[in-house]
């Protein structure tokens, strides 16, 4: 199928689009697991043959170093292939079920079966693992799919679109490239799913759009995820890890830890670690973190100026800079940031920061911690970091989050056999693995009467049938 060139694109040829997926969608449903892995095998082929065009779209949209793409797009990406691939055979066969004792006589199975026509819209920070995370699982469950890419990576976007069209026939996948006005336009057709990465406030007006049309859909939006460091937790190690899952990408991961909370007599110890660990990171050789050629680069003016007003709406109501804090809106570069003295009615305490801005807030007590965290909306991720197991625990059992790491962070996102996603405000539905497999699957329940019957409870409601109820009642 031919589309037209995104600039002569019309609201009808979006419709002929989304119908012309809507026939293919049958024959996709009766692929087996075989036909399935095949192009999924496809995908991996082209992404390990194109690592270099595909680092230098990013480097390109915002100076992505080609090691942190290999690490969090590519290898993630061919994580999940593999894991697909190696698993879909198990995935589609039928999942038999207990037969409990009401249903004596009968046998029953879950069927995983693809939802149908597929909406994915993908955000810009990680533009192709963000994106092509969720085809694969859509692939691996038997749908089509439409994919909007974020137009704010315009390099990665068009290598998407190039890689999906040379692998498939439009009619099974297609790359639409526009911004809001077209997924607005998207959003208005009845899909069968519609699977959304990006803002919570634009995750909103999805779940909207979706509910005109009764669409399921998977919301991995973002939110505030707390890091809590006890007075127990190894500091320099703490420091490391946290100055990586800050500072990869620029701060721009929807994971990232956006404040963190320290038991007060480490406050200090660790703030000097984090700034050891950033100059190992990206100032090796005293030249400064601006000269490092592994740090990258916020992704537009827009953002640039969004990051530059929290930090200096902190510091205007009082917030203190303890490391970092140069700009270069000439480079997009925000130098990694630490604050204190930050309250929450700074804006950097209100809004998701998604940038290179990290503050540090003091604690006495757990339960002041419970406090602060108690009320606000519930994040997607959440660190720990403790090396007392019970402490470990209280923390798990009075928050809750989407997902927790303990002693570490970000690595739980490409966690193949773990559920990831938010919880409310963070999100809907779970990705990853089979999680991503489910997610674009109807759960088919089938029952099949092998012998027996219920016809002795049948009408006319006798007395007879009215004992056998209270029997059944009694032991079923």
């Known amino acids: 199928m031919e589309l037209p060139a995104f600039n002569t694109r019309t609201r009808l040829s979006i419709q002929e689009l989304f119908d012309a997926q809507r026939q293919q969608a049958g024959f996709l449903a009766a692929t087996t697991a075989s036909e399935r892995i095949a192009k999924l095998k496809r995908i991996q082929t082209y992404l390990l043959s194109n690592r270099t065009a595909l680092a230098n779209a990013l480097f390109e949209d915002f100076r992505k170093p080609a090691p942190e793409t290999e690490l969090t797009e590519l290898l993630a990406i061919n994580n999940e292939l593999n ?48 994106c092509l995370k969720p085809l694969i699982s859509a692939i691996a469950a038997g749908n089509t799919a439409i994919v909007k ?53 634009v995750g909103k007006a999805v779940m909207s759009a979706a509910a005109r049309n009764l669409s399921s859909v998977t919301l991995e939006l973002g939110g505030k995820s707390p890091c809590i460091i006890d007075e127990t937790a190894d500091i320099e190690s703490a420091a490391r890890r946290v100055a990586w899952g800050k500072w990869i990408n620029n701060g721009q991961t ?14 200090d110890r660790f703030v000097r ?81 998604f940038g290179p801005l990290l503050p540090v807030i003091p604690y006495d007590t757990r339960e002041e911690v419970i406090r602060f965290l108690t009320g606000r909306t519930k994040p997607l991720a959440l660190y720990i970091f403790s090396q007392r197991n019970s402490a470990t625990q209280f923390w798990l059992n009075r928050t809750t989050a989407g997902n927790t790491v303990v002693n570490d962070t970000l690595i739980h996102f490409a966690h193949t056999e773990l559920p990831v996603g938010g919880v409310n405000q963070s999100g809907i539905g779970k990705s990853n693995g089979f999680y991503g497999f489910m997610e674009f699957s109807n759960a088919r329940g089938i029952v099949k009467r092998q012998f027996a019957s219920l016809q002795f409870i049948y009408p006319p409601y006798s007395d007879r049938v009215k004992k056998l109820l209270k029997i059944l009642m009694k032991y079923i």
């Not at 995935?91 to 079920?97: A, D, F, L, Y």
């Not at 999906?164 to 439009?170: H, V, W």
């Not at 929807?254 to 406050?267: E, G, W, Y």
């Not at 925000?334 to 809004?351: C, G, R, Y």
Request: with cysteine; proline share 6%.
């Open 83 to 130: 894991v697909a691939i190696r698993h879909l055979k198990q995935w589609v066969k039928p999942h038999p079920v207990p037969t409990p004792l009401g249903m004596l006589g009968t046998s029953s199975h879950v069927k995983y079966e693809p939802k149908g026509v597929t909406l994915i819209i993908s955000p810009w920070n990680y533009p192709l693992y963000l």
């Open 149 to 201: 890419p974020s137009e704010l990576a315009p390099a990665a976007s068009a290598i998407i679109r190039k890689m999906i069209q040379e692998l498939f026939s439009a009619d099974e996948v297609a790359v639409l490239e526009g911004d809001k006005t077209l997924a607005q336009s998207l959003l208005e057709l009845p899909f069968d799913h519609i699977f959304f990465t990006g803002s919570t406030e």
């Open 254 to 267: 929807c994971v990232a830890p956006d404040f963190i909370l320290i038991q007060r007599s480490v406050k």
């Open 273 to 353: 670690a984090v700034r050891e660990a950033v100059r190992a990171m990206y100032d090796a050789e005293g030249r400064g973190v601006q000269a490092s050629d592994s740090y990258a680069r916020i992704v537009n003016n827009r953002h640039f100026d969004r990051v530059k007003n929290l930090l200096d709406d902190a510091v205007g109501k009082g917030a203190t800079v303890v490391m970092g804090g140069q700009t270069d809106s000439a480079d997009r570069f925000i130098e990694p940031t630490l604050l204190e003295n930050v309250t929450t009615k700074m804006a950097l305490m209100q809004d998701e920061i």
